[in-house]
């Protein structure tokens, strides 16, 4: 399968900081990107949807202004958590969708866990 | 209504048992669906697709869809200890989870 990948795996910042994860597929060019978080024993809880070169696609009750996505390229996506909390300190985790003529599937990193200390 | 509904779990199983999750979804028009597992503090990861009604084998696992019906399911035979993690459905293109069902194999 393909392979996506995460920097960094794990971070502790302080309250107050951004931190910035990056999302590579490193060997196809993703169609789509999403990103998730998700709460210990909780189901992943999709934040955003981001196309190559266009703004994100947020989920209801995500801030926009707080969680920055930028889609540079077909095999990067970014991250950053401004202003951090604890509150924020969650597991993230970034996941690429690629087309192959009919067929679609979707990737994930290894994930990000995120302490905001 | 949720895109997608998965049986609640936790589900229990003894070694060398089939393990059988089930999955619906509301949205009659979708055409893929995935099965992830996901092990206690790592990622998902994509073990089974289906396109087509009926079944699809993959080793010891086999997806069944019925698109009629609108679930989906996964078996695990010979189950292992190690097949002991929350398995995730999912449909193609709608980004979204169900909430999984947590397999337990008892060796």
């Known amino acids: 399968g393909a392979v996506v990948s995460q920097h960094p795996s794990r971070v502790i910042c302080k309250s107050g900081t951004s931190v910035k994860i990056e999302c590579r597929s490193l060997?196809?060019?993703?169609?789509?990107m999403f990103w998730y978080r998700q709460f210990p024993k909780q189901s992943l809880m999709l934040m955003a949807t981001?196309?190559?070169?266009?703004?994100?696609?947020?989920e209801q009750g995500v801030e926009k202004d707080k969680f920055l996505i930028n889609h540079a390229s077909l095999t990067l996506s970014t991250l950053t958590v401004t202003s951090a909390h604890p509150e924020d300190s969650s597991f993230y985790i970034c996941?690429?969708?690629?087309?192959?003529?009919?067929?679609?599937?979707?990737?994930f990193g290894p994930g990000t866990r995120l302490t905001v200390t | 209504q949720k895109e997608v509904e998965q049986n609640s779990g936790p589900l229990s199983v003894p070694e060398g048992a089939i393990a059988s999750l089930n999955c619906t979804y509301s949205?009659?028009?979708?055409?893929?669906f995935f099965w992830y597992r996901q092990y206690s503090g790592k990622s998902p990861e994509l073990i089974m697709s289906i396109y087509s009604n009926g079944d699809k084998e993959d080793g010891r696992f086999t997806a069944q869809l019925n698109k009629a019906s609108q679930y989906v399911s996964l078996l695990i035979r010979d189950s292992q200890p190690s097949d002991s993690a929350t398995y995730l459905c999912?449909?193609?293109?709608?980004?979204?989870f169900g909430d999984g069902t947590t397999l337990t194999v008892k060796p």
């Open positions: 996941s690429a969708g690629v087309t192959s003529g009919v067929d679609y599937e979707q990737y």
């Open positions: 999912a449909v193609a293109g709608k980004s979204t």
């Open positions: 981001s196309n190559e070169g266009s703004k994100a696609t947020y």
């Open positions: 949205d009659r028009g979708s055409q893929s």
């Open positions: 060997d196809f060019q993703a169609t789509t």
